[in-house]
């Protein structure tokens, strides 16, 4: 199964008592989702679930030694269409506090049917923080509202307080009428509890953050931003997603579905792709076990010593150890394998834009022409596309690009454009060829021989906006050996405008 979310934090000065607590915490939020049966499956017992799963199974194990107790809970819940397992573990060691770690696998069992599945928040990590309010005061689970040269001070506290989690941070709007930062905020503080945190700032502050660091670090008029921990491997601004006003506004008609859309974006953002990379097991926990297990063997062969030398019950123990090493090769393999996806995964992540990628089942009953019509349409507060662009999408197949690709690849230049007037004169710190390439974009300028042909002006001077415009950088999507799905987007920044200039979306030019 592949880990698509996991959740950990511990409780402050924390005891015995407070492990026996949080154990009774768990099995309220057990009993809240079904009940355990006497039926056994394997190692197993099935669980009657109050969902519409088809078949829920449930176990526990307890571990004990002199380097800790460790108490795990797993539920694996199926349906047709995928499985769900939720591993949860708690954790005490001598001399540390008690740690809870809740991890969520899953496993798609109709494979070429992809699916919808979006994973919110446990609810029991709700009930813990109710149940422990004053031992998680490093764990976010509550909104802060930033208000004036006070609410300042506070807010650059948690933003450079050497925190573990994301921060999220929302803006008050202009528009009072169409004002979603209050329902936002409190949506995500909820959603995202132990994730992130979650914060309002006011325009009072988002005007000093810019005044004093640079729009590029801020936040106004409704946006929405998320700040990574980690200031020395994110420094430059760039490294922090940002969402303006007006790409918020396109996600719904009004306040409650932009902001319904805006949580399932982040969540599935912060949660499902960010958690499993950056959420893992505790090494305190592995280390439990093992002890464990080794003194649980220990243990036996002193019992055995001194009771017989009977050549049989050696032979029964040496059985017993070979079912283990045989069980811990399993579990070796099952962990090489998850490394093998993780990595997968991990690339995989790395390619994303900063944005929301745009869904390709979104796109996949629309042509090229359409997928450009609705980019002109969508974009049009950051992109001017030449006077002739239907004639350049003429020279090629309808379903060139991919068509949802060519769409990913111009909201990219979207999503650049509003770091660049973020930016200003201070620029993004790298070119726009890096920092298209670092969210995975294929592009490049032209070459040096492709200069010095004489047909070069001619052949790459379109009329954007009325005016000529020669154009070097260019995109490059499809298959190079067929012209017809060979697709090339020429494209630049005009600072004035403040917009990106599309001169040509079309074959592969000579």
């Known amino acids: 199964m592949r880990k698509i979310a996991a959740f950990r934090f511990g409780l402050n000065d924390s005891d015995l008592n407070d492990l026996d607590h949080l154990s009774k915490v768990v099995a309220k939020w057990f009993e809240e989702k079904g009940e355990k049966t006497t039926e056994q499956v394997d190692d197993f017992w099935l669980f009657k679930t109050k969902s519409d799963y088809s078949k829920s199974l449930y176990k526990d194990e307890n571990f004990s030694s002199s380097e800790g107790i460790l108490k795990r809970y797993i539920l694996r819940e199926e349906r047709q269409e995928y499985h769900l397992r939720t591993v949860i573990e708690l954790s005490k060691s001598e001399g540390s506090n008690v740690t809870t770690y809740i991890q969520i696998e899953y496993e798609n069992v109709l494979p070429g049917i992809p ?48 925190r573990n989690h994301p921060l999220v941070v929302l803006s008050h709007c202009d528009d009072s009428e169409q004002d979603w930062s209050e329902l936002l905020m409190n949506q995500l503080a909820f959603d995202l509890a132990g994730t992130a945190y979650v ?101 036996r062969i002193k019992e055995i010593r001194g009771q017989t030398q009977d050549a049989s019950v050696y032979e029964e123990m040496l059985k017993e150890y070979e079912q283990e090493l045989e069980n811990y090769k399993t579990q070796l393999r099952g962990r090489e394998n998850d490394i093998a996806i993780l990595q997968y995964e991990l690339e995989e992540l790395n390619k994303k834009s900063l944005s929301e990628i745009a869904e390709p089942q979104n796109q996949s009953d629309k042509d090229l022409r359409d997928v450009v019509k609705e980019a002109i349409s969508k974009f049009s507060s950051s992109i001017l596309f030449a006077d002739k662009i239907d004639k350049s999408l003429d020279t090629l197949a309808r379903d060139a690009g991919p068509p949802f690709k060519v769409y990913e690849y111009l909201e990219k230049l979207d999503v650049l454009a509003d770091d660049l007037v973020a930016a200003g004169n201070k620029g993004i710190g790298i070119t726009l060829l890096k920092w298209l390439t670092k969210n995975g974009v294929k592009c490049s300028g032209e070459s040096d021989t492709t200069k010095r042909s004489p047909r070069y002006k001619e052949t790459r001077t379109f009329k954007v906006d009325g005016e000529e415009v020669l154009f070097d950088k260019h995109m490059k999507l499809g298959d190079a050996y067929d012209i017809k799905h060979c697709v090339r987007i020429y494209f630049d920044w005009d600072s004035v405008k403040q917009k990106f200039l599309i001169g040509y979306i079309g074959e592969h030019l000579e």
Not at 254 to 282: G, N
């Open 115 to 162: 699916s919808r599945l979006t994973i919110k928040k446990p609810k029991l990590i709700s009930d813990i923080i109710s149940a422990f309010p004053n031992k998680l005061t490093e764990i976010p689970s509550k909104p802060f509202d930033f208000y004036e040269e006070s609410g300042l001070g506070e807010y650059l506290k948690l933003f450079f307080n050497q």
């Open 199 to 299: 914060c309002r700032i006011d325009p009072e502050i988002a005007w000093q953050i810019s005044e004093t660091a640079g729009n590029q670090w801020s936040c106004f008029n409704g946006g929405v931003r998320v700040f990574w921990p980690d200031p020395k491997k994110n420094k430059y601004p760039y490294h922090h997603p940002l969402w303006t006003a007006d790409k918020i506004r396109r996600r719904g008609k009004d306040v409650k579905s932009i902001a319904e859309s805006v949580c399932v974006m982040l969540r599935k953002r912060l949660i499902m792709d960010l958690s499993p990379f950056s959420v893992t097991t505790p090494k305190m926990n592995l280390l439990i076990q093992k002890k464990s297990q080794e003194e649980l063997f220990e243990s």
